[in-house]
């Protein structure tokens, strides 16, 4: 096993594996706030459906995400380059399932009290679903970030509900709030509504909110109405987007104000006078910047919407409203508890995960990774959810799961080929052929 020791002065080596474009830009983000000072940062791209595209690793780029080196893998590569390499921390930006198997992973490798990488996961986002699920699945990394005292409240309230070790939880902030403070510029109007892949999910829920957006840049002609897209045709997020609203606005006739955008929202914020969601992140970046900020209602304020979160942030508003001119003014209190609060606050707001990690990491052993599920625990649950990463319940790698042989020349470009074009006819039956075949089960 390499050594891991390492000069004090010396940078933190940090490995982060995603599996999507947005866990990417939360882990590298993250790995970055959490260092004393510029990292050395190897990232993995984990093997998926919605493993990101170029173009996506490229809109990523324009925030500052770069890795010292960047590479797609299986788990079973990843777990095998962590135990080659001497890495000092190891960021987990996966979604539940994928973290509680590379936890198992990792576990196999270090069974012991040894030196090994200080483990860090957490979310990227609003946290209004699956709040126990996702949180017992990511149970057993030296640290569970929380990005805000409201969700470090909650986190610790699970853990010691169910009989488990709270310690690892450790409160700091979306690692992706920052730039400029609004200001309105005379004479521009610009509202942005900022879309999700799968909130909401029916075709009807998504064209009404589509019509209510074209009808307030009709009802509005001097201002510029922009649908904020996360995704172009065939790219997968983090979810599925069975119903884009690309192809859905083709059916409309829009006005000349109103215009379809991709790239950074961060940019896209910087010229927003109006951000209006049923319940993005976005939100969260547009209220840390002071820009006037809508949660939408017409769909109701329900938890499968996950526009719950807002209530109590006096930012919860109909169309209607919207229409007539309204702007919600958000609760301050509300801010504070959420961790976007504007302000010199969040300049500090990792300076608490900072020194855990610096303790964790200037320890020569720490003891062996210990997630809540175990075979004797969830027997009827770990096993197939291992199984899906290729795992045996026991975490170690399947036969047939072994790490890949780096391909050159044509070996690798026929790989690759054959690698898009499953993940091309994937995208297609997810956006294309499912929506039929549900709505034919409909009739």
């Not at 990488?117 to 699945?137: M, W």
């Not at 922009?226 to 006005?255: C, F, V």
């Not at 919207?322 to 300076?351: E, K, M, S």
Request: proline residues 8%; charged residues 25%.
């Amino acid at each position: 096993m390499p050594s891991r020791t390492r000069p004090a002065d010396a940078p933190l080596r940090i490995a982060v594996v995603a599996d999507s474009d947005t866990r990417w830009k939360w882990g590298a983000l993250t790995a970055r706030r959490i260092a004393e000072r510029a990292p050395e940062l190897s990232g993995f791209l984990l093997r998926g459906r919605a493993t990101p595209t170029a173009r996506q690793l490229a809109e990523v780029g324009e925030v500052g995400v770069a890795a010292d080196a960047l590479r797609e893998v299986t788990m079973a590569a990843f777990l095998r380059a962590v135990e080659r390499e001497p890495y000092d921390v190891v960021v987990l930006a996966l979604v539940g399932g994928a973290a509680q198997a590379a936890l198992h992973g990792l576990a196999r490798l270090w069974p012991g009290h040894t030196s090994r990488p200080v483990l860090v996961t957490g979310y990227v986002g609003v946290v209004y679903e699956k709040l126990a699920d996702g949180l017992l699945l990511r149970h057993g990394a030296d640290v569970v970030l929380a990005n805000s005292r409201h969700d470090a409240e909650r986190f610790r309230a699970v853990y010691e509900g169910v009989g488990a070790d709270a310690s690892a939880v450790t409160e700091a902030a979306l690692p992706f709030l920052g730039g400029a403070p609004y200001r309105p510029e005379p004479g521009r109007e610009t509202v942005v509504f900022a879309a999700q892949p799968s909130v909401p999910e029916s075709r009807a829920d998504r064209m009404y909110l589509l019509r209510r957006l074209v009808g307030h840049a009709r009802r509005h002609p001097g201002r510029e109405v922009l649908l904020k897209l996360r995704s172009k045709p065939g790219e997968h997020t983090t979810h599925i987007e069975e119903q884009p609203y690309q192809k859905l606005a083709r059916s409309l006739d829009l006005p000349p104000n109103f215009r379809l955008v991709y790239g950074n929202m961060g940019e896209v914020l910087d010229r927003t006078d109006l951000l209006v969601t049923v319940s993005s992140t976005a939100a969260l970046e547009s209220l840390h910047r002071s820009v006037p900020t809508a949660v939408l209602t017409d769909l109701g304020v329900r938890e499968n919407l996950g526009n719950h979160h807002f209530i109590g942030s006096g930012c919860l508003a109909s169309w209607d409203q919207l229409d007539a001119g309204h702007r919600p003014a958000p609760d301050a209190r509300w801010l504070a508890a959420q961790g976007v609060a504007p302000g010199a606050a969040y300049a500090t707001a990792f300076d608490g995960v900072r020194e855990r990690i610096a303790d964790l990491v200037s320890r020569h052993r720490l003891p062996p990774v210990q997630p809540y599920y175990t075979p004797a625990t969830a027997p009827g649950y770990l096993p197939g959810l291992l199984a899906r990463h290729h795992l045996a319940p026991d975490g170690t790698p399947l036969p047939g799961a072994a790490p890949e042989a780096e391909a050159t020349g044509v070996r690798r470009l026929v790989r690759d080929a054959v690698r898009d074009a499953a993940r091309g006819a994937y995208r297609h039956g997810v956006q294309r052929v499912a929506p039929v075949i549900r709505r034919m089960g409909e009739l």
